[in-house]
Nanobody, 124 residues
Framework: QVHLVESGGGLVQPGKSLRLSCAAS????????MGWYRQPPGRERRLIAR???????YYTASVKGRFAISADDAKNTIYLQMNNLNPDDTAVYYC??????????????????WGQGTQITVSS
């Protein structure tokens, strides 16, 4: 059974930095991708950063250049370094791990695993 445990959220002033951590119960290389989603108040949960098992990264436009995703494989942990935070970054942040199978057979299916979520509030 996969467990993802997040830490590092909280209240921060605009322009400041935070780092989120997500500790997985198994190696990130057992997943297709690991990443971070966020859900602002009253809005949908959306992907903001992703790290593939092979090391490829993706960032949504609104965080590109400010956020950085990384991993410590010895600790089975991924991180999200968030710099120059602004009030629009206020949201619940979720760690995600997923496994995509069946691509070669033409029957792709995806299994998602989620952390418990951590609140980040950017406010002066």
């Amino acid at each position: 059974q996969v467990h993802l445990v997040e830490s590092g959220g909280g209240l921060v002033q605009p322009g400041k930095s935070l780092r989120l951590s997500c500790a997985a119960s198994q190696s990130r290389h057992s997943f297709t991708d690991m990443g971070w989603y966020r859900q602002p108040p009253g809005r949908e949960r959306r992907l903001i950063a992703r790290l593939s098992s092979g090391g490829t990264t993706y960032y949504t436009a609104s965080v590109k250049g400010r956020f950085a995703i990384s991993a410590d494989d010895a600790k089975n942990t991924i991180y999200l370094q968030m710099n120059n935070l602004n009030p629009d970054d206020t949201a619940v942040y979720y760690c995600n791990a997923n496994i995509v199978e069946g691509i070669m057979t033409g029957n792709p299916r995806r299994t998602d695993y989620w952390g418990q979520g951590t609140q980040i509030t950017v406010s002066s």
